[in-house]
């Protein structure tokens, strides 16, 4: 499995922590151990162009998602296929805005929106009520069991 994490933000992130994170849900969701992730953290101007180029919103946000492969979750019977999942890119300074907002930690936000845009990758979205719930009870299971693996 190859997960790049890079840190082009002017906050201290520990690479290895977001690594394992992904790592950990490749495994929960079956992802073939050769697929390919890029975990990105920018500063709030760089989101914010990016934000505009592909989704005309403007301002910054906090996690965007790129997909590559479109691939899908897999099972114990049947793992993915290997491919390129995509890239993630966080926002620190938005995460901690959102962390002070929801009253937990600027790392557990930030382990939230990374979970939070594999999920995407793998094709979950939250536009409908239905998928909403769906989404984020599997990204808090995710999120929660990894913690506590920890």
Not at 16 to 38: D, G, N, Q
Not at 52 to 68: A, C, E, H, N, R
Not at 105 to 111: A, K, P, Q, T, V
Request: aromatic residues 6%; contains cysteine.
């Amino acid at each position: 499995m190859s997960i790049e994490v890079n840190n082009e933000s002017d906050v201290s992130i520990d690479e290895a922590e977001f690594a394992a994170l992904a790592k950990y849900v490749f495994e929960a969701m079956h992802i073939h151990p050769r697929t390919e992730l890029s975990i990105m953290f920018v500063d709030p101007d760089t989101i914010s162009e990016l934000h505009v180029q592909w989704m005309d919103i403007p301002g910054p946000t906090d996690v965007l998602s790129f997909p590559m492969d479109e691939l899908r979750p897999g099972s114990v019977e049947n793992p993915a296929d290997e491919g390129i999942l995509g890239d993630i890119v966080i926002c620190p300074d938005v995460a901690a805005e959102q962390a002070v907002q929801a009253g937990h930690s600027h790392i557990e936000e930030m382990l939230l929106l990374a979970t939070h845009g594999i999920l995407h990758l793998l094709g979950y979205d939250h536009a409908e009520p239905q998928e909403e719930r769906e989404m984020f009870s599997l990204q808090r299971h995710l999120l929660l069991t990894f913690l506590a693996s920890r």
